[in-house]
C-alpha cells in the first residue's frame, strides 16, 4: 500500500509541476512525535472520536495526511458545556495563576517548535522557514498575554459624593467561540485564546478544516502545560459540517463571545447569528490593502516591502498587499528592480524543500482563482512581466502585471495568492482616492521619504494598520484590526485582553464622612 501510494504522488507530482525542481519529483512524508500528531477532537481535557472523519490532505501533493474525528453539533454543544463548567472554576484562579499556565504552554511550543512547523508545512503548504516563523509568532502571543494577564486594572474613580466611592472592575465575560482560519493555523489560534485566558474565560476552538492538526497539537500542548480541563476545547469538521458547528458556537446561549477570523462574507452570517442572544464579538474578515510607492521612495526599500507583503504564505495572508500604487516619476526603476527580485528570490517547491519560498495555494479553487484574476486582466490590457501561469493542483507562479487599470478584477476583490498588479498614478490625491475606494480596511503600506508626506497619507488612508516604509508590521505589542467591513474590535497590544471583558461598576455607599 505504501509503495502505492508513494508511486501515485511522484505521478501526481510529475503531472501537475513541470518544470519544478528535481526534489519535488519525490515522496514526502510527515514525520513528528506521536503524541502531536493528534486526530481526535479534545473536549472537557479527554481525546474524543465522532461518528465519521474527514481526510487532512497535504495541498503540494494532494497526499492524504490524516483521518481526523469529523465533529458535529452534538459534539459542539458538548465542548461549550464543557466550557461553562470549567469557566466557573477557572475564572477564580488568580490573574497570576492563569499567568504561570499560559507561560508553561508558551515554554512547550517553544520546545516543540521544529514538530509544530512540520504540521503548518504539511497541512498548511509553508515553506519550513515561514511555519517556523508562525510558530515564534503564535507563542509569542502566549507569552505576551501571560504578562498581560496581570495588568487587567479596574479604576477608583473620584466619588461626587462622600459617603460612597467608585470602583470599576474588569470581569472576564464567560465562553468563547474562537472560528479560525487555515492560513495561520496555529497563531490565530493563540492570538484570540491567548487573550482569553489570561482574561478569566474558557473557548471552544472550530479550527478551519483543511488545517485542524495544528490546532489539536496546541491542545496536547495546553494539556500537558496543566490548563485545566474545559478551558481549552476543539472540535475539528469537515467542510459539510462547519455551518452545523458553526451555527452551535454562534447561538448557544451558553456562550458569552464570538471571535472569528476568515472572509467578510462568512463574518456577516456569524454576526447575523450572534445577533439573537446579543453576543460579544470580534472579528477580523478580509482586506484589500493598498500598497502605495512614491516618487520619493527608497526604490530599494520598497522592493524589498512589496516582496515581503505581497509573497509570503505565497500571498495567502489577510494583510497581503493586493494593489499596488506606484508614482509616474518612478514606476520605471521599481519595476525593473522588482521583476529582478522576482527572478532572485522566488522559489517554487514542497514546503520542506529548504530552498522553497513559495509553496502551494491551500486548494486548486485557491489556484483558479489567482488564475481568472490574471485572465481578466490580461483580456482588459494588462501585460505579463513574470510568471502568469497556473500549474495543475494548488500551485499558481508568482505574477507580476503592469498597465493594470481599477475596472480589472484583481483591484476590485481580495486575491488571496501570488498575484502582484501594478498601477501607476500621478498625483497624491489620485493614490489616495484608488487606495480608499473599497469597503474593507484592514491594512495599507506606503512608501515615501517626505515626512509631511508620512503624516497626511499615514492620517488619511482608511485602514486599521498602516506601514509606512515596512512591508510587514504584525507583532503581539501592537494592535491588530481593521475598519469599514474588515471588521469590529482588535487583537494583540494591551486592548486585545479587553475583547474578553467587561466592566462592572461598583457603587459602595453609606460611608461615614
Given at each position: 500500500m505504501?509503495t ?14 513541470p ?15 506521536a ?10 481535557g ?5 461518528a465519521s ?25 458538548q465542548?461549550?458545556d464543557?466550557a ?27 520546545l ?12 498548511c ?12 509568532y503564535?507563542?509569542s502571543?502566549?507569552?505576551w ?6 495588568r ?17 472592575l ?5 465562553v ?19 487573550a ?6 474558557t ?5 478551519a ?15 500537558q ?11 475539528p ?7 452545523a458547528?458553526?451555527?452551535v ?11 472569528f ?11 447575523k ?17 493598498p ?12 522592493v ?21 500604487l506606484?508614482?509616474?516619476?518612478i514606476h ?10 522576482m ?7 514542497h ?14 479553487r485557491?489556484a ?8 481578466d ?12 501561469k ?21 483591484t ?90 467587561h ?11
Amino acid at each position: 500500500m505504501a509503495t502505492v501510494c508513494l508511486l501515485r504522488t511522484r505521478c501526481f507530482l510529475q503531472q501537475v509541476l513541470p518544470g519544478l525542481p528535481t526534489a519535488m519529483q519525490r515522496h514526502y512524508s510527515l514525520d513528528v512525535s506521536a503524541p502531536l500528531l493528534r486526530t481526535q477532537g479534545y473536549v472537557d481535557g479527554r481525546w474524543v472520536s465522532a461518528a465519521s472523519v474527514f481526510p487532512v490532505l497535504d495541498p503540494a501533493t494532494g497526499q492524504e495526511l490524516a483521518m481526523v474525528s469529523d465533529c458535529g453539533p452534538a459534539e459542539a454543544k458538548q465542548a461549550v458545556d464543557a466550557a461553562y463548567k470549567a469557566f466557573h472554576s477557572w475564572r477564580q484562579h488568580t490573574a497570576k495563576e492563569r499567568s504561570v499556565l499560559l507561560r508553561k504552554w508558551f515554554d512547550l511550543l517553544t520546545l516543540h517548535k521544529e514538530d509544530l512547523a512540520k504540521l503548518i508545512t504539511f497541512e498548511c503548504g509553508k515553506p519550513m522557514k515561514e511555519s517556523l516563523g508562525e510558530i515564534a509568532y503564535s507563542a509569542s502571543f502566549l507569552e505576551w498575554f501571560s504578562e498581560e494577564a496581570r495588568r487587567t486594572y479596574g479604576d477608583i474613580v473620584p466619588s461626587p459624593a462622600k459617603d460612597r466611592r467608585i470602583l470599576l472592575l474588569k470581569q472576564p465575560v464567560g465562553v468563547a467561540s474562537i472560528i479560525t482560519p487555515w492560513n495561520f493555523p496555529s497563531a490565530m489560534i493563540t492570538r484570540k485564546v491567548g487573550a482569553a485566558l489570561a482574561a478569566g474565560c474558557t473557548v471552544v476552538v472550530k479550527p478551519a478544516e483543511d488545517t485542524p492538526l495544528s490546532a489539536l497539537a496546541l491542545a496536547e500542548l495546553a494539556d500537558q502545560a496543566g490548563i485545566p480541563a474545559g478551558v481549552f476545547n476543539v472540535v475539528p469538521c469537515s467542510r459539510e459540517k462547519t455551518p452545523a458547528v458553526g451555527t452551535v458556537l454562534c447561538t448557544d446561549p451558553l456562550v458569552a463571545k464570538v471571535s472569528f477570523t476568515g472572509s467578510t462574507a462568512t463574518g456577516k452570517i456569524l454576526l447575523k447569528h450572534a445577533a439573537d442572544s446579543v453576543k460579544k464579538v470580534s472579528m477580523e474578515l478580509g482586506g484589500h490593502a493598498p500598497f502605495i510607492v512614491f516618487d520619493s521612495a527608497d526604490v530599494d526599500m520598497a522592493v524589498a516591502g512589496a516582496m515581503a507583503s505581497k509573497f509570503r504564505n505565497s500571498g495567502q495572508t489577510c494583510v497581503c498587499s493586493n494593489r499596488f500604487l506606484v508614482q509616474n516619476g518612478i514606476h520605471d526603476r521599481f519595476m525593473e528592480k522588482l521583476g529582478q527580485a522576482m527572478d532572485a528570490e522566488l522559489r517554487l517547491g514542497h514546503g520542506s524543500e529548504p530552498n522553497t519560498t513559495q509553496g502551494p495555494l491551500i486548494n486548486p479553487r485557491a489556484a483558479e482563482k489567482v488564475a481568472h484574476q490574471v485572465s481578466d486582466a490580461v483580456s482588459r490590457g494588462a501585460k505579463v512581466l513574470r510568471g502568469g501561469k497556473r500549474l495543475d493542483g494548488s500551485f499558481m507562479e508568482p505574477t507580476l502585471l503592469a498597465d493594470v487599470t481599477t475596472d480589472m478584477l484583481c483591484t476590485q476583490e481580495e486575491t488571496f495568492g501570488p498575484l502582484l498588479p501594478v498601477i501607476r498614478f500621478n498625483t497624491e490625491e489620485e493614490a489616495l482616492a484608488i487606495a480608499n475606494a473599497s469597503h474593507v480596511g484592514l491594512a495599507g503600506y506606503f512608501f515615501s521619504q517626505d515626512v509631511s508626506q508620512i503624516w497626511r497619507v499615514a492620517e488619511t488612508l482608511e485602514v486599521g494598520m498602516v506601514g509606512v516604509n515596512e512591508g510587514l508590521l504584525s507583532t503581539p505589542e501592537a494592535s491588530f484590526g481593521g475598519v469599514k467591513q474588515s471588521g469590529l474590535g482588535c487583537e494583540g497590544s494591551k486592548y486585545g485582553i479587553n475583547e474578553y471583558l467587561h466592566v462592572k461598576y461598583m457603587c459602595f455607599g453609606g460611608l461615614k464622612p
